[in-house]
Every structure is written in C-alpha cells, then in structure tokens.
C-alpha cells in the first residue's frame, strides 16, 4: 500500500478537510485519509494510481504539494466498513421511527406543540437514516442525491411547522400536559443520545453520516428545549413556552435542512 504525504497550505479548518473528503470519496482503493489541519498535512494511505489523486485535489484549488511517497502496512483496507455503517443506521433509524410514533401519541395526549414538531423532527430523521442506507457503498453521486433528499425533507416538515405554530398561536388556547411533556422529551433525550454515540463511532466522515450526525444533535438540543418549556409551562400556566419551543425545533429543523444541503 502507498502513504502519500501532501503539504495543502490553504487547508486550515474543517470545512477544506470535509471538502477533500467528498472530492475523494468516489475512490474505492483508499483505505485512509489522514488530517494534520494545524501543519496543513494531508496523508493518504491507497492502491491508487497517484497522479489522478494529485488531479482531483488540485481541481480544489487548496495549493496542494506531493512531499513524499513510500510503501507501507501501516493501514489495512476494513472490507467491513460498509455492513458496519449499515448496523448503525439500522439502529438510529428503529430509535427515530419508534420515537415518531411515540411522541406523536404524546403530542395529541398532551397537546402539545413541542411534542409535534419533536415527532416530525423523529420522522424526518428517520426518512434520513433510510436514505443514508441506501447511499452506503455507493458513488458520491449518489451519496449526494441522498443529502439532497433528506435536507429537502426537512425543509418542507420545517415549513410545515411554522405553519403549524402560527395556527396554534391563533386559535387554540389550550394548556398542554407539563408532565407527559417531561417524560416524552427525557426518553427522547436518552434515545437521541444513544443515537449519537452510535454514530460517533464511526470515523468515515462520509457525506450521508455526516448528515445523520448534524440532525442527530440537532435533536439533542429540540429534547432539551422541550423539556425546559414544559417545566416553564407548569410555572407559568400558559401554552406561550410550549409554542415557542416548538417555533425553535423548527426553526432547528430548517437549520439542519441548509447544512445538509451545503453538503
């Protein structure tokens, strides 16, 4: 296997390293991209032909140098990574699905609009964990199709539930269940965080668990508003907070839609 090392001087915060990675992504023969973002060092462990890696690196315009290549058994090819990947978005897409279906019971029971726009947040991620199983193994094209897929999705359940919100703020003025609110959001929160570190497991940085990743935090932070809004609700007896925090998890929602969709 090769190590090629690279000098890349207008490499200097993630965003250029997510932007190699993708460039590089369509490679079958590398087993390993290497990152030293303080020095600007770029080592690529490979069975690929050298000079077309120069060129797809260069087509970034990052002033890239080749400095040195050896041959070494450092790194090995994980012939796994693809079924690996695919073990846990099985996972984190059964977590999302049965918290859907959860929190959507809840929200009626409660009535609470916090509890809606958590549970289309669950649903809209488990449509992205379904695609994302259907972008493994396969050609960057198609890994950003997928992106494209699920940041849209969760652009229209976004605008969807401003809608949502504004009806809700209009015309119902019913108070929403504090305490069904707080158990939802805390088995959420636990189900979210299971889901995290799931992902975090893996180090591919590819396109589609980078997505999986940024909408899974995004709803670390919703189950967290949510239950704050439900011990506010219990304070001040007013369905305000409830709606509120639901106007923020869509706002989150949309937040997450764009960056998905920058990738």
């Given at each position: 296997m090769k190590k090629t090392l690279f000098k890349i001087h207008k490499m200097d915060c993630p965003s250029e390293e997510q932007l190699i990675r993708t460039k590089l992504s369509s490679f079958k023969n590398i087993a390993k991209l290497?990152?030293?973002?303080?020095?600007?060092f770029l080592t690529i462990y490979h069975n690929e032909n050298?000079?077309?890696?120069?060129?797809?690196?260069?087509?970034?315009?990052?002033?890239?140098?080749?400095?040195?290549?050896?041959l070494t058994d450092e790194v090995e090819f994980d012939v796994n990574n693809d079924q690996y990947q695919k073990n846990l978005l099985i996972k984190v897409f059964i977590i999302n699905l049965l918290f859907f279906i959860i929190?959507?019971?809840?929200?009626?029971?409660?009535n609470s609009m916090g509890l809606l726009a958590d549970s289309l947040d669950m649903l809209s991620d488990a449509f992205v964990y379904s695609l994302s199983l259907l972008a493994i193994g396969k050609k960057y094209n198609t890994k950003k199709k997928v992106a494209l897929t699920a940041g849209s999705l969760q652009l229209f359940l976004a605008i969807l539930g401003f809608y949502e919100v504004f009806k809700r703020f209009i015309y119902n003025q019913y108070i929403p269940s504090y305490k069904i609110m707080i158990i939802i959001s805390v088995l959420a929160l636990i189900a979210n965080l299971f889901s995290f570190m799931f992902l975090n497991k893996d180090k591919s940085n590819e396109i589609h668990i980078t997505a999986s990743k940024i909408i899974t935090s995004n709803d670390i932070i919703?189950?967290?508003?949510?239950?704050?809004?439900?011990?506010?609700?219990?304070?001040?007896?007013?369905?305000?907070?409830?709606?509120?925090?639901?106007?923020?998890?869509?706002y989150l929602v949309l937040r997450g839609s764009i960056s998905i969709l920058k990738l």
């Open positions: 290497s990152f030293d973002l303080n020095n600007r050298t000079d077309i890696l120069i060129d797809n690196i260069n087509q970034l315009n990052l002033d890239a140098i080749l400095l040195d290549e050896t929190e959507i019971i809840a929200a009626y029971i409660a919703a189950n967290i508003g949510v239950l704050l809004a439900a011990i506010i609700v219990n304070l001040t007896n007013s369905n305000i907070p409830d709606l509120i925090i639901g106007t923020i998890v869509f």
